[in-house]
């Protein structure tokens, strides 16, 4: 399971500050953007102060994180870390834009032209458990939310046979994949 201090319901809770914390390493702990910290907790710096209490807001479920975890581990294995947190970022990304459907679980199953958004779906890669590394990544891309590159696509340039994926504008190049708006 995932480290999260959000129940099942998704509900927010509290964080006491430790020595060394900074709000990235909270956020990554927990699979919350920065800025959700900054805003919940009515900050205008990143300034912690040992013994200050946080709320951490909620964010995805741990279903949620789970499916999202179980796809980058499918999509990415052999990736570099940086690419699996990149993956994670795209099905994020997509969630936000108008042009997909809103929520983790439309986005992982939906399907373009009557066949699945993403190949593991297709195959059943899906259904295996995400490595820690995966888990890790996911929540990595949670609280980068928001500043990355706003990429909605990745894939492997050698193995593509879309002419329309070349004609997106790559954004990042991380081991095999390519990264595209």
């Known amino acids: 399971m995932f480290q999260s201090p959000q129940t099942e319901a998704n509900a927010a809770t509290t964080y006491q500050v430790k020595s060394g914390d900074t709000l990235w390493l909270i956020g990554k702990k927990y699979g919350v953007p920065v800025q959700s910290l ?5 900050k205008n710096s990143s300034q912690l ?11 995805l479920t741990n279903a949620e994180k789970d499916l ?3 796809l980058v581990n499918a ?4 990736e570099p870390y940086a690419g699996k947190v990149a993956v994670a970022s795209v099905v994020l990304n997509r969630v936000k834009s108008d042009l997909f459907p809103n929520s983790v679980q439309s986005v992982v199953y939906q399907k373009v032209g009557g066949h699945y958004a993403f190949t593991p779906v297709q195959n059943g890669e899906i259904n295996k458990p995400a490595s820690a590394e995966a888990k890790r990544a996911v929540n990595e891309a949670l609280a980068f939310q928001g500043m990355g590159n706003g990429s909605l696509y990745f894939y ?3 193995t593509s046979t879309s002419k329309w994926i070349f004609s997106r504008p790559v954004t990042v190049t991380i081991g095999n994949h390519r990264f595209a708006k």
Do not use: C, M, S, Y
């Open 38 to 42: 900054l805003d919940q907790n009515k």
């Open 49 to 59: 102060f040992v013994g200050e209490r946080l709320t951490i807001p909620a964010t």
């Open 68 to 70: 999202l975890a179980r």
């Open 75 to 78: 999509e990415a294995k052999g």
């Open 156 to 158: 492997n340039p050698k």
